[in-house]
């Protein structure tokens, strides 16, 4: 008995001691915030006066926000950068490698794709679409591979349930001319 509840006791001190940006007071200096949510993934000049744009999370997991931090150490308000409506920014203005890795941090995933003309260099995010669905953030640096040419979203395969083989062919008659 005494071991059920020293684990729930550990259990329950560790799920408290679990904290968030959310949880960091305004205006906060970058050394109490790199206590609660640990060093930076990346960082950027975002101005000659010393400013920079600092990104905190995991591209792996999606989870990733973004403060701007004054040349004294003050960190300005936070906010959530793997979200719909920040990826929509890509779709205004001409937005470099180095903008998109200052603005949303490196991506989970790099690949080439395409052939000729049509090939393209694609990072991919990992977010929750509406707050809500798995997905990932495909964004397509066309050509030269300099500048974003578009962008799009899909569920993210990691969620997907793996039905096996033969699915979808399995019990619809469909392909085969027979059903199971």
């Not at 950068?81 to 995933?109: I, M, N």
């Not at 569920?155 to 019990?171: I, S, T, V």
Request: with cysteine.
């Amino acid at each position: 008995m005494n071991l059920k509840l020293i684990s729930s006791l550990i259990a329950t001190v560790a799920l408290t001691a679990c904290t968030t940006f959310r949880d960091i007071p305004p205006n906060s200096n970058i050394t109490e915030v790199n206590k609660v949510l640990g060093n930076p993934q990346h960082s950027c000049p975002i101005s000659s006066d010393g400013s920079q744009y600092y990104l905190w999370g995991s591209a792996s997991a999606g989870d990733v926000v973004g403060a701007q931090v004054n040349a004294s150490g003050t960190v300005g308000p936070f906010t959530e950068v793997h979200t719909e409506k920040s990826f929509a920014r890509l779709d205004t203005g001409t937005w470099t490698q180095q903008d998109v890795l200052c603005s949303f941090g490196h991506p989970y995933e790099i690949e080439r794709l395409g052939f000729g003309e049509k090939r393209a260099l694609i990072w991919t995010y990992r977010y929750e679409k509406d707050g809500t669905w798995p997905a990932l953030m495909h964004v397509y640096f066309g050509g030269d591979e300099t500048k974003v040419t578009h962008r799009h979203s899909g569920p993210d395969p990691m969620y997907e349930p793996d039905w096996g083989w033969p699915y979808p062919f399995w019990g619809f008659g469909v392909g085969f001319g027979f059903s199971f």
